[in-house]
């Protein structure tokens, strides 16, 4: 593999926005990490971003896995289509409501490694060919890997910045 490959980039950027995330939620104190904001977002705290990443990845996982073994995924979800998302995402967020932050913190780092690792067991070319596997269909794995890892993490140290600097302005 060369020094500058697809897939190790891939591999530092969400390693890297992945830590970039929990030192956001690591900033507030402990006892206020569970702290819900006012928004008219989907999003009120860290726990609904957090186990948003988790589905995400779970859907990718079995994405993964279906295809894998010659099955056709349904992409994103079972009864979803695409310009369902955001219906999709509310149902993620709802069926969590009962899990602690700490919990989801526990499953999102496990989920994150499983990913890591199905990334490390390819190569560039298996990553970066378009249609190298039947069910990425015209696309390719760096497209769903990239989209569930490093640009997801994006997304989340975004909401996290403004959830912790709202829960930090609560107290001053």
């Known amino acids: 593999m060369s020094a500058n490959s697809q897939k190790e980039a891939l591999l530092k950027d969400s390693e890297e ?90 499953k999102l780092k496990l989920s994150h490694d499983r990913v890591m690792k199905l990334i490390e067991s390819h190569s560039d070319e298996e990553i970066m060919t378009k249609k190298y596997y039947k069910w990425t269909k015209t696309g390719d794995l760096y497209a769903y890997f990239a989209a569930n890892t490093s640009q997801h993490y994006k997304w989340a140290i975004k909401k996290c910045e403004v959830i912790a600097k709202e829960i930090m302005k609560k107290e001053n």
């Open 17 to 106: 926005n992945f830590k970039k995330l929990f030192d956001i939620i690591e900033s507030v104190p402990y006892r206020k990490r569970k702290i819900s904001i006012e928004t008219e977002e989907r999003d009120k705290n860290f726990r609904d971003v957090l186990i948003h990443l988790y589905e995400w990845h779970a859907m990718l996982e079995r994405w993964y896995r279906e295809g894998m073994h010659s099955d056709v995924p349904s992409i994103p979800a079972p009864g979803y289509k695409w310009r369902d998302i955001s219906q999709l995402n509310i149902r993620i967020r709802d069926s969590y409501q009962d899990v602690t932050i700490n919990h989801a913190i526990k």
